[in-house]
């Protein structure tokens, strides 16, 4: 997809903060984070989003599952929310299939205070 801005991302042709890739997924910072850390684990196949994929893409969620753990795991995040954004009405704005994760609160405290925060901006995560 030319104006995909994750296809470009991938075939190298716009810069991202890359933390981890394999033949399946690509795995970068967003670039406007919600929380101290902010992730996507992205599938290097170019699928628009929850809606579209098939019963033969089962394995390949959770596969992103478990990279995004294991991610977690090597930044050491103790608790940490995975989330798909699914479809327009589901806040999606990238039509290429995406699993966010966002963590980084080192204290219960800390993690109300975002919550908090995030509720007073009208952010719904
Ligand atoms: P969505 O709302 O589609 O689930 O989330 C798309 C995410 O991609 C947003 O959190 C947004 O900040 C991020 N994003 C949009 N454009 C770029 C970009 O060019 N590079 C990176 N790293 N993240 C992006
Ligand atoms: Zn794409």
């Given at each position: 997809m030319a104006d995909c801005v994750f296809c470009k991302i991938i075939k190298g042709k716009m810069p991202a903060d890359f933390?981890?890739?394999d033949d399946d997924l690509v795995v970068f910072r967003d670039t406007?984070?919600?929380?101290?850390v902010h992730i996507l684990i992205v599938l290097k196949k170019h699928v628009e989003s929850i809606l579209k994929v098939q019963k033969k893409d089962q394995?390949?969620?959770?596969?992103?599952?478990l990279t995004a753990r294991k991610i977690a795991e090597e930044q050491k995040l103790e608790g940490y929310k995975l989330f798909?954004?699914?479809?327009?009405l589901g806040g999606q704005l990238v039509f290429h299939?995406?699993?966010h994760l966002i963590g980084g609160?080192?204290?219960l405290e800390e993690y109300h205070r975002w919550v908090k925060r995030r509720v007073e901006e009208g952010g719904v995560l």
């Open positions: 933390i981890y890739q406007n984070p919600i929380a101290p394995k390949i969620l959770g596969k992103m599952v798909f954004n699914c479809g327009k299939l995406h699993l609160w080192k204290t």
